[in-house]
């Protein structure tokens, strides 16, 4: 039979160098030490019932919340107290008394169980000393750097803030500008396309004028031709000689189809045939032609192309679409040459001078040059069109900036900003096997050491620390899936550190990430703490 | 441990075939993946034969008989072939039937190493005549009848027969025959494809056959395992129940098909008599069962009855293997536990385990480094959750090299099981008999020069692919290879091992990924034997090497812990088995109950499922379900598979927290009523876990039921397997007596439906009144912890105001109650008024400091004294009583739990 009666420690406490005894029940803290008096009876700290003291600590339970024996195992719900001179005090569950493994540095709690413990508070103590004197010195210092985060994210952000403001005006400006050069250029334009319209007319009359002229060299030509025994008169065998004028394409050209082509005469002369050539030009065959020019052949259907049809090569603007991505300002400045080539896609050139090479042949046929008044009515407008598109431009571009920057300022950088610097940075840490990637309110993937494609491991998703502080947790969601799985997603654990660093990561379940992130933006005030060593003592 | 389709992750690029195969089953079984009677060749002819005139004829002047044994030739009248029958009586009221060929042309496989005794006893001839022979059986005017024409035999009581062979005339004998014999060339006699494996068949068709009717019965149990009901269906119109022990990815629920283990015993019973068939044969086998009672209405019944017009009940059963002998043991009862106990002479029982691993254990595939170990190690303290394992998966070991550790995630193994042994926990790393073919690798160098791998069909060393890539397998049915196994697990020679580290045997079934139905190729060779003749036992020789590796590490001294997956007739010897890849779905968890009881009826007692489900994640509501179920079964682990979030008990906010943290503290507190049923398992064979009917044997209600069970005696557990259930029916057993629940000490009358309402934190258990439990209600961090604490007993008084238990207390980890008779085992008796603690064994020796903290008797009323008498002295002892529920609480009597003593209530 285990006796274990009333139970009295002697606790020697160091206090400022003093030892003092203090009597008190096994495993009873100072702090409750009132309720424990041996000359009367137990009451449970519960009230639920009275005992005699020697109950207390006579390892049976009694008490229903098991404050009789705060030195025993004997109540499944109790809790002993270790002072842990030189180190911290604690609560263990009774549970742990006796049950042969050393859990109080001060070895109390192993005080019939034969278990050999060795009093390890001292040496905790300065351990803990030392781990919080440094942790106080990296407090200290990371909370330095953030107040300077905060600082500089205050700034950064006034600074976007008034920029934004800023632009805000400016865009004004500008909208005002471009619609000041849209009527610029509209009235410029209007001239422009009366002048053109009069000029292109002019090219085509002239081109009406030449065509007739040519028909009739032709036609002239053609009666040569036709008037084989050189009479001056076409006569009805002459004609039929040529049987590709046949109307009823039945492969020969009698003399009475001959004879109606000739309107119904025998044979015609010069003037005459000026009736007769509309009907046969279409489908007459020149005697020459065969071996010589095969212009005759391109001539019976000129296809015009009108000059402001001729179309340069287009970028199809629908296909890129606009980058929502965020990119930083600095990308977009090297984006802007290329930028400049696609904003002018969607305008049609209206130069007039351009020459297709397939026309060459037809220089006769070319439009003149515009007349020194029409050139200048062009280039005015050229130019108010160019001025318009520019500032365009620049007012689109301001919208992005304008929208960039808002949504960096729309992003939740903690309670005094001062995660903002971590927005638009990266942070890897190399394993064994693959190199982890978190870009901080974007991002976290990974990817093989050697070689292999990334791995998407969640994209931002929202602070997600406990209630009393969110910060200390981001959650990247909807990463790339996982085979019959969810899809991958990442928890990253701020503490506070000096330097901002990725320093583990780690997979506890299947495509659930756990990456570990010190930055000085966790760093909290420092207690003022005193590291000189002294034993904390409870009195 | 996993099914098969993590093998994707591991052989992506090694096979595209693999991958198109293992994808495309979803998440269930693809059942094309094995075979049906109809597509396994000697199961399709043997059930080709219908009942009818047996061809047998019994040669009666061929009978010999010796003392304990009856010979006597058969003749096949179709095909003149001989066979030779073999009658024993053996002690303890069992019949051995073994029928050979006469003459065969070569040897037929016997099954070693499963009996651990055959004790054959006197057998006389009462008398005989030219249509048969009747023999004694001894006892109780039991007589064996042999018939001649046709042959059959009759087992009878008195004028009733207990059981017939051959009645049906199902006897099927293939016997080995030359190919150039063959008649004609049916299909799949001298070769079989299923899927693209083609098995050749160089010995032609063997199988074998044979019925048993058993007049009077309707209820058949066992023949594990089949994720199925306690009660065995009847098959007409179906397949088989099929006995083949297979690697089965996502297994259907309530269904005949094989899974990971085989023991081919099945129980009858009714309310007079339980008997036995065990049917000893390693190769695949089916069973067949049909029922003249099956489908009819109670009504139908009753009015049979009414009319006295009908048959008799009676249950007809079909025994089919592929090949050795037919080897029948009839054990006859008459009791359940006569059965147990008849079974246990010949297979022996359940090991008695280290009392440790009766705690709770922490799995997942996988704790991913030494770091994972310490930090759930450590999440289990700040909960305050006892745990006293925590297992390693296969990514511990380097490739899968077992033996081996990873070297980066788990490079010093020594370091974390001394931070365990610290805390007093222990660990189970996971070692599987596939080999990786790798020249870099010790374990397969000693192993292919000792030329141990078994031997595909053309004498090279056999291949197959399993979790390492291209593996061997290690012929374990080979003596001197288990030998050599065995000395494996030397600490010397398992480097970074400890006496705290124990061994898991997985996918021993064997499970080879691109073999046939997931596992060896039938022509495989085992030395001279084929892997058809033994394939049911490869996994219960590989638990048994690795067990006795343990036991040799230690010198003999330790007792081994060894989980396994795969098992048969016998392997209750060597350690616990759980019930494989399950799936977290409530189905699954209430299936965990059937699948253990007809295990725990069948020899093995050590029996749990994955708590949690292994596939899948659990709601949360079916994790607390289940740890409340598992805490009541015999082997309490959790575990999940890798594709599953982490579910460690304290994930799921503090109020589930707290809920699983009760759970797991009511196991603890039990513990040492589950140890002293084990020790009592492994003394006698009775199960540990079991149905009502084992205890209400005449009870018939009690017969089909499986949501509910008893472990020993003395506590009856109703657990919820309804997801947002809010009250269960209990059947509480037993006409006259009386259960009290052991949370509220409400006392309740046997022989009723009970309905009880439930919140999530209900855990239905009853203690019998008439029974007496020791507990430890000081609970710690771990089983080793509390071993000196002190005992509250709780004594439920019957009716009659009676009580009786045991208490049993040794070291809990070595040999000693066995070797030196180093234990405490007491009888605690009340009776007249007084509490009584008299030693079961006066020649044992063992002393302990744990002691007497409490006793409550549960429908006492209230005594004006009570008295300690002891060593001639009696010392007054104060007490409480609560008339509310009529509880009397004595208040530390104090004495030693080892001492005499009675308390006396005045």
Redesign the interface.
């Known amino acids: 039979?285990?006796?274990l009666h009333l139970l009295l420690t002697l606790v020697f406490a160091v206090s400022l160098g003093t030892p003092v005894e203090i009597q008190r029940p096994r495993g009873v803290p100072l702090t409750k030490k009132q309720f424990y008096e041996e000359s009367k009876p137990f009451t449970c700290l519960d009230g639920s019932r009275t005992i005699p003291f020697d109950r207390v600590n006579?390892?049976?339970c009694d008490c229903k919340d098991g404050s009789d024996e705060p030195g025993t195992?004997?109540c499944?719900n109790g809790s002993f107290h270790c002072t842990n001179a030189g180190y911290r005090p604690m609560f263990i569950?009774s549970?742990?008394i006796?049950?042969?493994?050393c859990d109080c540095c001060d070895t109390t709690d192993e005080y019939n169980?034969g278990a050999k413990c060795e009093n390890t508070c001292k040496e905790l103590g300065r351990k803990e000393r030392e781990v919080l004197q440094k942790m106080a010195e990296i407090t200290k210092e990371g909370f330095l750097l953030k107040q300077q985060l905060i600082e500089e994210a205050k700034k950064g952000q006034q600074e976007k803030q008034s920029k934004v403001t800023d632009m805000q005006e400016n865009k004004k400006q500008l909208d005002e500008k471009v619609e000041a050069l849209r009527t610029v250029k509209e009235t410029a334009e209007q001239p422009e396309k009366e002048a053109k319209e009069r000029h292109l007319k002019a090219w085509e009359e002239q081109k009406a004028a030449i065509r007739l002229e040519k028909d009739k060299a032709k036609m002239a030509e053609t009666f040569l031709e036709l008037d084989d025994n050189a009479d001056g008169f076409v006569s009805v065998s002459e004609l039929q000689s040529h049987a590709e004028l046949d109307p009823d394409a039945d492969g020969t050209l009698t003399e009475i189809e001959a004879q109606g082509l000739m309107g119904g005469a025998e044979q015609v002369d010069t003037s005459t045939f000026e009736s007769v050539w509309p009907k046969i030009k279409d489908k007459y065959h020149s005697e020459v032609s065969r071996e010589e020019a095969d212009i005759s052949c391109l001539e019976p259907a000129p296809v015009e192309t009108p000059p402001d049809e001729v179309k340069e090569p287009v970028v199809d603007n629908d296909s890129e679409p606009y980058p929502e991505d965020d990119i930083s300002e600095e990308e977009d400045e090297d984006d802007e040459d290329e930028d400049d080539y696609h904003e002018d896609d969607d305008k049609v050139s209206a130069q007039p001078t351009i020459k297709t090479p397939e026309k060459t042949h037809e220089d006769e046929e070319a439009m003149p040059p515009y007349d020194a008044d029409t050139q200048a009515l062009i280039d005015a407008a050229q130019k108010a069109r160019d001025d318009f598109e520019e500032a365009e431009k620049a007012l689109r571009e301001m919208d992005d900036q304008i929208r960039n920057i808002e949504k960096e300022l729309s992003f939740d950088f903690g309670p005094d900003a001062e995660f903002t610097y971590l927005y638009s940075q990266c942070y890897e840490l190399t394993t064994?096997e693959y190199i982890y990637r978190l870009c901080p309110f974007n991002r976290v993937s990974q990817k093989p050491k050697y070689g292999g494609s990334e791995t998407n491991l969640g994209t931002w998703g929202s602070w997600s620390g406990p209630e009393n502080n969110k910060y200390l947790l981001m959650k990247y969601e909807q990463g790339t899936g996982?085979w019959?799985?969810?899809n991958r997603s990442t928890t990253v654990k701020l503490t506070c550190g000096k330097e901002t660093v990725v320093t583990s990561t780690?997979?506890?379940?299947?495509?659930?990430y756990l990456m570990e992130f010190t930055t000085p933006a966790v760093c909290q005030e420092p207690a003022n703490i005193d590291p000189s060593p002294h034993d904390h003592v409870e009195l | 441990s996993f099914g098969l389709?993590g093998i994707t992750l591991l052989m992506g690029l090694l096979s595209v075939f693999f991958v198109c195969l293992f994808f495309s089953s979803a998440f269930a079984v693809d059942r094309g993946n094995f075979k049906t009677c109809d597509q396994s060749a000697f199961c399709k002819r043997q059930r080709a034969f219908k009942p009818g005139q047996s061809p047998y004829r019994a040669l009666l002047e061929t009978l010999e008989l010796s003392d304990s044994r009856l010979t006597l030739q058969l003749i096949n009248d179709n095909n003149k072939v001989h066979l030779l029958l073999e009658l024993y009586r053996l002690q303890g009221n069992m019949t051995r039937v073994k029928i050979n060929e006469l003459k065969p042309l070569k040897p037929r496989f016997e099954v070693p190493d499963v009996l651990i005794a055959e004790p054959p006893t006197d057998l006389s001839v009462l008398s005989k005549d030219d249509n048969g022979v009747v023999l004694s059986l001894g006892a109780e005017s039991q007589r064996l009848i042999v018939s001649a024409r046709p042959f059959r035999l009759d087992i009878m009581e008195g004028p009733e027969v207990l059981l017939s062979l051959n009645s049906r005339g199902l006897l099927a004998f293939e016997h080995l025959r030359l190919r150039k014999d063959t008649n004609k060339e049916e299909d799949g006699l001298w070769e079989e494809t299923f899927k693209s494996h083609t098995d050749t068949k160089p010995n032609g068709p063997t199988s074998i056959s044979l019925d048993f009717s058993l007049p009077g019965v309707e209820h058949v149990y066992g023949i594990p395992e089949h994720a199925d009901d306690l009660k065995l269906k009847t098959t007409d119109g179906g397949d088989p129940y099929r006995l083949y022990n297979l690697d089965v990815f996502q297994y259907e629920l309530y269904n005949p098909m094989a899974l990971y283990g085989s023991i081919p015993l099945m129980l009858a019973h009714n309310t007079q008599r339980t008997m036995g068939i065990f049917w000893l044969n390693a190769a695949e086998t089916w069973v067949d069962i049909s029922s003249n009672t099956a489908g009819k209405t109670v009504f139908g019944k009753m009015l049979d009855f009414v009319q006295g017009s009908s048959e008799k009940p009676q249950t007809d059963v079909r025994w089919i293997s592929e090949s050795g002998i037919i080897d029948v043991f009839i054990m006859l009862g008459p009791k359940p536990s006569d059965v147990f106990s008849q079974y246990a002479s010949l297979t022996g029982t359940q090991s008695f385990p280290p009392l440790a691993s009766l705690g709770y254990h922490q799995c997942r595939w996988n704790y991913?480094d030494q770091e994972?170990v310490k930090s759930v190690d450590q999440g289990f303290d700040q909960h305050?959750i006892p745990y006293d394992f925590i297992w390693l998966d296969i990514e511990h070991a380097d490739g899968k090299r077992y033996f081996t550790w990873d070297p980066?995630k788990f490079s010093q193994p020594k370091e974390m099981l001394q931070g365990l042994m610290?805390?007093?926990r222990k660990m189970v790393a996971i070692v599987d008999p596939h080999i990786k073919v790798d020249s870099g690798y010790k374990i397969h160098n000693e192993i292919t020069s000792k030329d141990f791998y078994v031997k595909n069909k053309d004498g090279g060393n056999y291949e197959g692919w399993c979790w390492p890539g291209n593996s061997g397998y290690p012929d374990f049915t080979n003596p001197e290879m288990r030998a050599w196994w065995a000395s494996m697990f030397a600490y010397d020679q398992y480097e970074g091992s400890m006496e705290n580290l124990f061994t898991w045997n997985d996918m021993n079934e064997p499970s080879v990924f691109n073999g046939p139905e997931v596992t060896m190729h039938k022509d495989a060779l085992h030395g001279k034997w084929e892997h058809r003749d033994i394939h049911n036992m490869y996994g219960l020789y590989v638990q048994m090497a690795t067990a006795e590796g343990q036991i040799q590490r230690s010198g003999g001294a330790e007792r081994p812990f060894v989980l396994t997956r795969a098992f048969f007739a016998g392997s209750q010897r060597f350690g616990a088995v759980w019930t494989g890849d399950n799936a977290a779905e409530w189905d699954h968890l209430k299936i965990s109950i059937p699948m253990c009881l007809s295990l725990g009826l069948v020899g093995v007692s050590f029996c749990g499922a994955d708590v949690g489900g292994f596939f899948k994640n659990p709601s949360t509501e079916l994790l607390v379900r289940w740890y409340q179920t598992g805490a009541y079964q015999p082997f309490f682990r959790a575990h999940a598979h890798?594709?599953?979030?982490?579910r460690e008990p304290w994930l799921f906010g503090p109020e589930n927290t707290a809920l699983i943290r009760e759970a797991v503290?009511q196991r603890y507190a039990l513990l040492p009523y589950w140890y002293q049923l084990f020790f009592q398992a492994y003394r006698t064979g009775m199960p540990v876990m079991r149905p009502l009917w084992v205890d209400y044997p005449k009870d018939t209600a009690t017969f089909t039921i499986d949501d509910e069970f008893l472990i020993g005696s003395d506590l009856l557990v109703h657990p919820v397997t309804e997801e947002g259930s809010r009250g269960v029916t209990a059947y509480l057993p037993g006409a006259g007596e009386v259960w009290y629940d052991v949370h509220t000490f409400q006392k309740h009358n046997g022989a009723q439906n009970l309905y009880i309402p439930v919140t999530l934190s209900s855990i239905p258990v009853f203690q019998r009144g008439g029974s007496i439990i020791p507990r430890k209600?000081?609970?710690?961090?771990s089983s080793?912890?509390?071993e000196?604490?002190?005992y509250t007993l709780y004594v439920a008084l019957s009716p009659k105001k009676f009580a009786e238990g045991k208490l049993y207390i040794d070291d809990g980890h070595s040999f000693n109650y066995d070797t030196k008779k180093e234990f405490i085992h007491r009888s605690l008796t009340f009776a007249n008024n007084a509490l009584t603690s008299s030693n079961l064994c006066p020649d044992c020796n063992f002393l302990t400091?744990s002691?007497i903290?409490?006793v409550l008797i549960l429908g006492a009323s209230k005594p004006s004294k009570v008295v300690l008498k002891m060593n001639g002295k009696e010392t007054p002892v104060d007490f409480e009583f609560d008339s509310s529920m009529s509880v009397l609480t004595l208040?530390?009597p104090?004495?030693?739990a080892g001492d005499d003593w009675t308390l006396l209530l005045q």
């Open positions: 039979m285990t006796c006579d390892d049976y195992a004997a499944p569950p549970s742990r006796n049950d042969g493994i169980s064994s996982c019959q799985g969810p780690s997979e506890p379940s299947r495509c659930e | 389709w991913n994972d305050d980066h610290d805390k007093k890798l594709d599953t979030t982490r503290r209600d000081r609970v710690r961090r080793a912890c509390m000196n604490d002190p400091s002691w903290e409490k208040r530390k104090g004495m030693n």
